[in-house]
């Protein structure tokens, strides 16, 4: 790449964030984002390019976890650099050709944008020059009900998502939104969960006594809490 080359600097949301405002085309009609989604968690994703071997995989995985998505109140937007007609076509040919894993005739009903402007993969920063000036990268938006990002993974284009990780991420913002707690490293409804350390001496000593807690140092306690109560709590009835 040529060091000379210089490139539009466009400064990316972060955590905490409102996500940026835009209004699309979409295979599933036109959406006024996040408007449209207000009081459900949504995953905004971008993949490189339609016809392509790891977009493919990534798309029909997500469409055959759609429904477990939905049940964490979780809806999915897709977008690429291609057009409207590009898109119903690469979608048509992933339902009528493509097996994989054991995967086939599979049906995309989320919405993909239309976005060869790229105006709103500048507005998230999906554009990432030194990978590619013309493609996205594989970018991964958690927003919350009220409209805020709460988490961003972004990966290169060669390497495909973990969908697992992308759903564990969804359970564990829930969680800790509803218990108020924090999860540790590789969490699963039914682990232990972290509870914050005191912010005193005499905290500290109180955490250390509480027989509801298992605190190894006055900075680090952990607590049970139950995989149904859990999932009473962040998933649909």
């Not at 955590?15 to 699309?24: L, N, S, V």
């Not at 477990?68 to 339902?95: E, M, P």
């Not at 709460?150 to 913002?173: Q, T």
């Not at 218990?179 to 500290?204: E, H, K, L």
Request: hydrophobic share 40%.
């Amino acid at each position: 790449m040529d060091q000379n080359v210089e490139h539009e600097v466009v400064s990316m949301p972060r955590i905490g964030d409102a996500a940026p405002e835009f209004k699309a085309v979409t295979t599933q009609g036109n959406i006024n984002f996040p408007a449209d989604y207000k009081g459900s968690w949504v995953i905004l994703f971008s993949h490189p390019a339609d016809f392509t071997p790891v977009c493919t995989s990534e798309f029909m995985t997500f469409a055959t976890m759609e429904d477990q998505f939905a049940n964490a109140n979780c809806k999915l937007v897709g977008l690429s650099i291609d057009g409207l007609y590009s898109h119903i076509a690469w979608l048509r040919t992933i339902k009528e050709k493509i097996e994989y894993k054991g995967m086939k005739d599979v049906e995309v009903n989320f919405p993909l944008i239309e976005d060869i402007t790229m105006n709103v993969a500048k507005k998230y920063g999906m554009i990432q020059p030194n990978e590619d000036t013309t493609k996205a990268v594989r970018a991964v938006f958690f927003i919350d009900p009220k409209g805020i990002i709460r988490a961003i993974i972004y990966y290169p284009l060669s390497l495909g998502r973990n969908f697992d990780e992308l759903y564990r991420v969804v359970l564990a913002l829930k969680t800790a939104d509803e218990f108020g707690v924090a999860t540790p490293a590789d969490w699963r409804p039914g682990d232990d969960v972290i509870i914050g350390p005191a912010g005193s001496c005499s905290g500290a000593k109180d955490r250390m006594e509480d027989s509801e807690l298992d605190c190894k140092d006055w900075f680090f306690c952990t607590k049970k809490l139950d995989k149904n109560k859990v999932l009473d709590k962040i998933l649909k009835k």
